[in-house]
């Protein structure tokens, strides 16, 4: 579907009449790893289903089983790198609970080995198969994070509660994202990716900082919660009359959402500034009544 070319030099870009910098959709955002390698493990496996059906029926069941195998380690590597690009998103974040590309790995290599037996019979060629299959897999893919990240001096119960937090914050943007596309309208969906953008810098001074929890739990459920709910509404009038002051007063709702999650995102990074100088301010005491001068 083609596109209006729209932006900052854009003969038809709106001004921002709020002065505040607007945010890319994109802001913060990484290109993804899962691509094309990922895909070919989920196609490379397909001749194995069309053979299936030409064996008897220990071939037939060798065969299923190694497809349905390799099609599983494709699955898990896949998990696997989002779930590591999650992680390298986030200054503080756990290891993944489970170790989804080593799994991933060592399915390819069972997958193999039964694809092997299957063709030869013998155990020795697909074993020798199913080492270095696994091997070329871990070294394309990498092994998963192994280690938290950013956790020292952090309270973990204070971050489980972050994590749920923002879990539950993101479910919201996710649903926004899904309501909006219902509109039909390109314009819309990038000014909501934009709203996000915001939403998600608090979500990372939040998480970076869990005692920041308490100044920005309302924003980041019940805010959010209505803006899910109001966007919701809005997509199924405007699909349907195309109303052009209900797209008014949407976008204006969205600016002032935005200022509001901009406007407390700075708060709460002032907030840390200021317990910053205070430790600092602490400590330099501390020192001084060691008798200890700069």
Known sequence: MAQRFGGKYSPDDAPDISGAPQKSPFHGQRRSRVGGRVNFLFLAPLPLAFRAFFQDPTGLALNLLAFGTLILAAWLTRDGLLAQEAYEARKIA??????????GSALTGIGLFI??????GSIASPMLLAIVGTLLHGF???????RDKGMEGID?????????????????????SDAIKRAGDRELEARVAQFQATARDMFRTVEEDPRDLTA????????????????AKFADIYARSSDMKARADYEALLTDLEENFAARTRALL?????????????LRERLAREGIRA
């Not at 509660?161 to 649903?175: D, F, M, N, S, T």
């Open 270 to 282: 002032l907030d840390d500034r200021s317990d910053l100088d205070v430790e600092i301010e602490v």
């Open 115 to 120: 694809t092997g037996y299957a063709g030869t």
């Open 216 to 231: 920005a739990r309302k924003y980041l459920g019940v805010y959010l919660l209505g803006a899910r709910d109001a966007t």
């Open 156 to 176: 973990t119960f204070q971050s489980d509660r972050v994590a749920r937090v923002i879990e539950g914050a993101e479910k919201h943007l996710a649903a926004m």
């Open 140 to 146: 394309s893919f990498g092994i998963d994070p192994l």
């Open 94 to 103: 756990r290891r993944p609970a489970i170790p989804r590309k080593m799994f």
